[in-house]
């Protein structure tokens, strides 16, 4: 249910969002994830290749997500993101 949980959603928004998994799902849920961050929020987005970092961002940009730092090991990326204090 990703962030629609009723659990879940009765405690948004967060500070900070880790979400450790591949990038079909990350994409996927990309709405729900981006729309349960905090203004000033953090996402750390993890479990993604090196060649999937620009499809991946392509789902969070339009949502007001900022690259803030890009994480590499081997062929593994974890991406930085955070949200403006202002949601857009």
Do not use: C, M
Not at 29 to 57: C, D, H, K, M, Y
């Amino acid at each position: 249910d990703g962030l629609q949980h009723p659990a879940i959603a009765a405690a948004a928004p967060f500070d900070l969002i880790l979400a450790n998994i591949l990038a079909g799902p990350l994409t996927r849920l990309a709405p729900g994830i981006a729309g349960g961050l905090a203004p000033g929020g953090t996402l750390v987005l993890s479990g993604l290749l090196r060649w999937q970092e620009n499809l991946v961002l392509s789902f969070y940009r339009p949502h007001g997500l900022i690259l803030r730092d890009i994480k590499r090991q081997a062929s593994w990326s974890a991406l930085v993101l955070e949200r403006g204090s202002v949601r857009g």
